[in-house]
């Protein structure tokens, strides 16, 4: 019996992708096509605690093109996705006692302030990890939309003569 750990593994050295995760049920709204780089679990402050925030286990997908996250692995919506694009800054705060992810966005809440997300690994290496990997990614699809811009500019002066 394969526990799911070991599946990873298996999965990652046959694909070449150490960060390579099985296809679940519903990725395909996260995925949009795009090759996941990481996934694994991390906790999540919720924002909107009342008295005093609360940190939440959620399972989280990073593809080529999205960040994502869900209650479980096994869920088969996500709650929410954001677009690398609207990614601004991601880095390592330490955050009420722990080292955390810190991730700014061009995503508003209802109340009009951009989103920050405040996530913590399990341990410092595994949010090093993820700080890591959204960096580049983010990176990567920045070029991507530069290039995608630098294409449909080229177009349009063609179209033009």
């Keep these: 019996r ?20 099985p296809r679940r049920r519903g990725a395909e709204e996260c995925e949009e096509g795009g090759e996941v780089m990481k996934s694994g679990h991390l ?3 919720n924002p909107r605690g009342f ?16 960040f994502c996250y869900f209650v479980a692995y096994n869920d088969e919506e996500p709650l929410k996705t954001v677009p690398l694009a609207a990614i601004k800054s991601v880095s390592i705060e330490g955050y009420k006692g722990a080292n955390c992810l810190r991730i700014a966005t061009n995503v508003f809440m209802s109340d009009g302030k951009p989103r920050i997300f405040f996530l913590k690994g399990a341990d410092d ?26 294409r449909s500019l080229s177009g349009l002066s063609t179209e033009s003569k």
């Design 51 to 66: 008295f005093s925030r609360e940190w939440k286990k959620r399972w989280f997908t990073l593809t080529s093109s999205n």
């Design 2 to 21: 394969i526990t799911r750990p070991e599946a990873l593994l298996a999965l990652g050295a046959m694909s070449g992708n150490a960060h390579a995760s």
């Design 125 to 150: 290496a595994d949010v090093r990890s993820w700080v890591d990997v959204l960096n580049e990614a983010t990176m990567l699809s920045k070029q991507r939309q530069m290039k995608l811009r630098a």
């Design 43 to 45: 906790w999540k402050e």
